[in-house]
């Protein structure tokens, strides 16, 4: 007999971010973030306010597994990225 499994669907998480425009050089912060799945143990970097550069430090970090799927800016002062983690 043939065993049959359904596989893990991948996590998925995406992200909105925007800079101060009246301060030149600030630094990019999230203004709003889903996560489809799981985004462990990286949850807590992903809340309203946070910096951006904290959150993709550790998703991309190799021990979590995300990776980039799509990165566009919206405008010179804000974009998303989706980030997707497969099991």
């Known amino acids: 007999m043939t065993r049959v499994f359904i596989p893990d669907q991948p996590d998925i998480v995406l992200i909105f971010w925007s800079r101060n425009p009246l301060v030149s050089g600030s630094p990019r912060?999230?203004?709003?973030?889903?996560?489809?799945?799981?985004?462990?143990?990286?949850?807590?970097?992903?809340?309203?306010?946070?910096?951006?550069?904290?959150?993709?430090?550790?998703?991309?970090d190799n021990d979590v597994g995300f990776k980039v799927v799509c990165r566009k800016s919206t405008s010179s002062i804000s974009g998303i990225i989706v980030l997707q983690r497969s099991h």
Not at 36 to 45: E, L
Not at 46 to 51: P, Q, R, S, Y
């Open 29 to 60: 912060r999230i203004v709003e973030s889903r996560v489809i799945g799981t985004a462990f143990p990286c949850r807590s970097s992903l809340a309203t306010g946070n910096l951006l550069a904290t959150a993709l430090a550790c998703l991309l």
